[in-house]
C-alpha cells in the first residue's frame, strides 16, 4: 500500500512423468496509485509572452493476468517437440482532473478543467512450437515458429469546463478520441549447432518475420447533439513489415588464457505504412550487415579482460509508430510517429575483472538514435505534440566500476558507479543542434544475515541530471529497505519491503527551442513510498528436474509489441 494498494501475485507449475514434461505459470498483479504530473511551457509570441500551467491528478488502475502452459515431449534420446502458449490482458483505467491555467504576460486569462476518463486494454495470445534434434553428441537443430496476435483498444472521454479568469463558468465541450489496433506477427527460425573441435564451435541461423497492423483514430467534438471529427488528428493506417535474418557465429579457445567469438548477422526489412488521408507514407527497405568480436583473456587467476565490438539494430515499437492522441491539455498532445526509425549503435567495450572487482568502458555511436517525449511546437496553431522522434546520432563514453565489500561476516555490502558523458545532435527547428551532458549514476545494496533465520537487505541509488534526446532530466534518488524471515525447511520465505522510503522518485525534464521563442518543463511523479508484505513457498517434489529453458523465436516481436 502507498497512497494506493498493489499486489502482485505467482503461481508456478512443474510436472514430470515418463516422456512428459508439463510446466506452466500464472501472475497477476494490480496497481491503483494516485498520479501527480505538472508541465510548463513559455512561448513568445511577438512583444507578449504567453505561459500555460497544466495540473494533472491522475488516479489511474492497472491489472494485469499473465499466464503461461507450456509441453514439451521427448520423441526419442534425441528429439524434443515443445509447445509453448502465453496470454495477457493488460488493462488501464483511470479518471484524471487536469487544471490547465492560462497566462498573458503574467496575467491570468482562463482557466480550463478537463476530466478524463481512459480505458486502454492490450490482450495478447501467442503460440510456439519448438522442435530440437541432437544429431550427433556434438551437433544440433532447433525450429522456431512462433505467431503472436495482438489487439488494443484505448477510448477517452474529455469533458472540458472553461473558466474566466475570475474562475466564473463560460462553457462547456465533449471531446472523444477512439483507438483500435490489431497486431499479428507470424515468426519462423532454425538454429544449426556444432562442436567442431574441443576447442572450437560453431553455430548458423535464419529467421524470418512478417508483422502487419491495422490503426484506427477517431476524435471527435460534440457539437449540439452531433459528434463532428477532427480530422487534423483523426487517422486510419496500415503497416506491413518483414524481416529476414541470417547469422554465423564461432567460438574459439585459441590458448589456454584466451578465447574469441566472432560473429556475423545480415537483415534485410521492408516496411510499408499506409495511411487513409496520405496514402503510402513510409515505402522503407533495408539492408545491413551486424558484426561483433568478443576478445578474452585470462592474465593470471584473478585478472581477466574482454575487448569486444558490436553493432546493433533497435527498431521503434509497434505503438511508437501507430497513429494515436492522448490529450494532456487542449494544447498539448501525445502522439505516433509514422515516420520514425530504427536506430544503428556501434560499439567498443573493455572489460576487466580482478576477483571481485569489475571495470569497464565503453564508446557507442548510435545513428538515427530514438528520443522519446520529443517536443513538436507548431507556432502557427499553438499546439505542442509529444512524440518520439529520431534525432542525427547519439554518443556515449561511459566508465563503470563495481566492487563489493564485507564489513563483517554478517554485513555484505555492493557497489556500482557510471560515469557518463552524453553527446546529443539533434534537428531542432531545421537546425543541427548539439547538447552535452556529463553525469553520474550511483547503485548500492547492503546485505545483513541477522539470527533467528532473519535477514535484510537496503539498496539505494542516485541519477544525475540527463540526456534523452533534446530534453535534460533531473537528477533523481531513491532508497529501499527490505526484511525476511525463513520458516524453516517447508514454511516459505516471509518478506517485508518499503519501496522509495524517501518518497523522492520524480522525474524533472526540461527544454527550450531558442528559435522559436519556445521553453517547455515538466514534473512526473509516478512513484509513492509503498510498503509491501509478502509470503513465498515451494511444494511438491523439490528434486524434481527443472523445465527445460528456451527463449521463442519471437522474443524481440514480443518487446515491440508490448
Known amino acids: ?47 507578449e509572452e504567453e505561459r500555460s500551467t497544466t495540473v494533472s491528478e491522475r488516479d489511474p488502475l492497472r491489472r494485469n493476468h499473465n499466464a503461461r502452459l507450456g ?7 534425441k528429439t524434443i517437440f515443445g509447445v509453448l502458449l502465453t496470454a495477457y490482458d493488460l488493462k488501464w483505467v483511470m479518471d484524471a482532473l487536469n487544471t490547465n491555467e492560462l497566462f498573458l504576460n503574467n496575467e491570468l486569462t482562463s482557466v480550463l478543467l478537463s476530466d478524463n476518463q481512459e480505458r486502454s486494454q492490450l490482450k495478447n495470445l501467442s503460440t510456439n512450437l519448438n522442435l530440437k534434434h541432437d544429431l550427433s553428441a556434438k551437433a544440433s537443430i532447433s525450429f522456431d515458429v512462433d505467431y503472436l496476435s495482438f489487439y488494443n483498444d484505448n477510448p477517452t472521454d474529455y469533458t ?30 532454425v538454429d544449426y549447432s556444432q562442436q567442431i573441435k574441443e576447442d572450437f564451435k560453431l553455430e548458423l541461423g535464419a529467421k524470418v518475420v512478417n508483422s502487419a497492423f491495422d490503426n484506427e483514430v477517431v476524435v471527435e467534438t460534440l457539437e449540439d447533439t452531433d459528434w463532428v471529427q477532427d480530422a487534423s488528428l483523426t487517422s486510419s493506417s496500415e503497416l506491413s513489415e518483414q524481416i529476414f535474418a541470417t547469422y554465423a557465429s564461432s567460438d574459439w579457445k585459441i590458448n589456454t588464457n584466451t578465447s574469441a567469438k566472432v560473429g556475423l548477422r545480415y537483415e534485410y526489412s521492408d516496411s510499408k505504412l499506409d495511411t487513409e488521408a496520405e496514402g503510402r507514407v513510409v515505402d522503407r527497405q533495408f539492408g545491413q550487415l551486424f558484426p561483433s568480436v568478443f576478445l578474452s583473456h585470462q592474465f593470471s587467476e584473478p585478472f581477466k579482460s574482454t575487448l569486444s565490438y558490436s553493432r546493433r539494430i533497435t527498431r521503434p515499437t509497434f505503438r511508437e509508430l501507430a497513429p494515436f492522441v492522448y490529450f494532456f491539455d487542449p494544447n498539448t498532445f501525445f502522439a505516433g510517429n509514422t515516420a520514425l526509425q530504427p536506430a544503428l549503435t556501434d560499439a567498443v567495450k573493455l572489460d576487466l575483472n580482478y576477483k571481485s572487482v569489475f571495470f569497464s568502458v565503453e564508446y557507442a555511436v548510435q545513428d538515427s538514435a530514438i528520443a522519446r517525449s520529443q517536443q513538436r511546437f507548431d507556432a502557427a496553431t499553438g499546439r505542442l505534440f509529444l512524440v518520439s522522434e529520431n534525432l542525427k546520432n547519439a554518443k556515449t563514453l561511459s566508465f563503470t566500476i563495481g566492487f563489493p565489500i564485507q564489513i563483517t561476516d554478517w554485513w555484505n555490502m555492493r557497489t556500482n558507479a557510471i560515469y557518463y558523458r552524453q553527446e546529443n545532435n539533434a534537428y531542432l527547428d531545421n537546425q543541427l543542434t548539439q547538447i552535452q551532458q556529463n553525469y553520474f549514476q550511483f547503485n548500492a545494496n547492503q546485505s545483513f544475515q541477522l539470527p533467528l533465520d532473519f535477514s535484510a537487505e537496503l539498496s539505494g541509488f542516485y541519477i544525475g541530471s540527463r540526456l534523452l534526446g533534446a530534453l535534460r532530466f533531473g537528477e533523481m534518488y531513491g532508497l529501499n ?24 522518485i520524480l522525474l524533472t525534464g526540461n527544454s527550450d ?15 509513492q513510498r509503498t510498503f509491501s508484505l509478502s509470503y513465498a513457498t515451494n511444494f511438491g517434489n523439490d528434486k524434481l528436474k527443472a523445465a527445460r529453458k528456451r527463449q521463442t523465436g519471437a522474443v524481440e516481436e514480443q518487446r515491440r509489441a508490448s
Open 1 to 47: 500500500y502507498g497512497r494506493g494498494h498493489t499486489t502482485n501475485n505467482n503461481l508456478n507449475l512443474n510436472y514430470r512423468k515418463n516422456k512428459l514434461n508439463l510446466f506452466g505459470s500464472y501472475s497477476f498483479v494490480a496497481v491503483a496509485q494516485e498520479q501527480l504530473f505538472q508541465t510548463n511551457r513559455n512561448v513568445l509570441l511577438g512583444m
Open 71 to 77: 509441453l514439451d515431449y521427448e520423441i526419442n534420446d
Open 160 to 189: 472540458n469546463r472553461l473558466l474566466n479568469a475570475e474562475r466564473q463558468f463560460l462553457e462547456e465541450n465533449l471531446i472523444r478520441s477512439i483507438k483500435e489496433t490489431p497486431l499479428h506477427i507470424w515468426v519462423g527460425k
Open 481 to 504: 529497505l527490505g526484511i525476511q524471515k525463513k520458516l524453516g525447511d517447508k514454511g516459505g520465505v516471509l518478506r517485508f519491503n518499503v519501496r522509495d522510503v524517501l518518497n523522492s
Open 513 to 527: 527551442i531558442p528559435s522559436q521563442n519556445f521553453a517547455f518543463n515538466s514534473n512526473f511523479d509516478f512513484s
